[in-house]
């Protein structure tokens, strides 16, 4: 099991329409969640961070944690041709360094 | 805030030369910075974390004798990648964190990239 799963896509959606993008993670122990956006040649740019469980708004996105359920999901609204690009979930891994473990990305694709 | 500059943004060199990769913090302090590799089309892939003043952690499969990580000041890191051969081509973005960010001290804060191509 990867330590931060998530489903590689490509997700379409209609412009204007709700993108949601899912992460899960397999510790536990992880307080921290951050969300990335990467456009293709680019390197990443921060979108949100959370940390306590339930929404959190920025915008038209918007994340969602359950550490019960120990998933992580974003949600864009309102969706953009400029919103497609690879979304990558990171997870602050507890203990020396608390380095971010990356997920593999889910790539968008918002069709005008 | 949290503006985070690499330097240069690409470079082509001759097999077996080094190559020097400057990263800086411009309007904070980095307590951490991070430096990554990524291939075309595969995800980021951590190389080493490095703290101000102390030697830098690499990860498994890393070579720390031929990817030279200085960290000499909280917001300055430098990557060298010594003899470089063409496998090395690649896509070199660093990180760093610091306190008292709007993101919280584990955010990440990402520069723009170096592109490596070795001939």
């Known amino acids: 099991q990867k330590e931060v799963e998530q489903n590689s896509g490509p997700l379409s959606v209609p412009e204007g329409a709700i993108a949601s993008l899912n992460c899960t993670y397999s510790?536990?122990?992880?307080?921290?969640f951050f969300w990335y956006r990467q456009y293709s040649g680019k390197s990443p740019e921060l979108i949100m961070s959370?940390?306590s469980n339930g929404d959190k708004e920025d915008g038209r996105f918007t994340a969602q944690l359950n550490k019960a359920s120990q998933y992580v999901s974003l949600l864009i609204r309102d969706s953009q041709p400029s919103d497609s690009a690879t979304y990558l979930c990171?997870?602050?891994?507890?203990?020396?360094?608390?380095?971010?473990?990356w997920g593999l990305g889910t790539s968008l694709a918002v069709n005008p | 805030g949290a503006v985070v500059s690499q330097h240069p943004s690409w470079v082509i060199c001759k097999s077996g030369t080094s190559v020097k990769i400057e990263c800086r913090s411009l309007?904070?302090?980095?307590?951490?910075m991070f430096w990554y590799r990524q291939f075309p089309k595969q995800s980021l892939m951590l190389m080493a974390t490095?703290?101000?003043?102390?030697?830098?952690?690499?990860e498994q499969g890393v070579e720390k004798d031929k990817f030279l990580i200085n960290h000499a000041s909280l917001t300055l890191s430098t990557l060298t990648v010594t003899s470089a051969h063409p496998e090395d081509s690649s896509f070199y973005i660093c990180?760093?964190?610091?306190?008292?960010?709007?993101?919280?001290?584990?955010?990440?804060?990402f520069g723009p990239g170096t592109r490596l191509l070795v001939l």
């Open positions: 990180s760093a964190r610091g306190f008292g960010l709007a993101g919280g001290p584990e955010t990440q804060y």
């Open positions: 990171a997870v602050a891994r507890a203990g020396n360094n608390r380095k971010l473990i």
């Open positions: 490095s703290n101000e003043g102390s030697k830098a952690t690499y």
């Open positions: 309007d904070f302090q980095a307590t951490t």
């Open positions: 510790d536990r122990g992880s307080q921290s």
């Open positions: 959370i940390y």
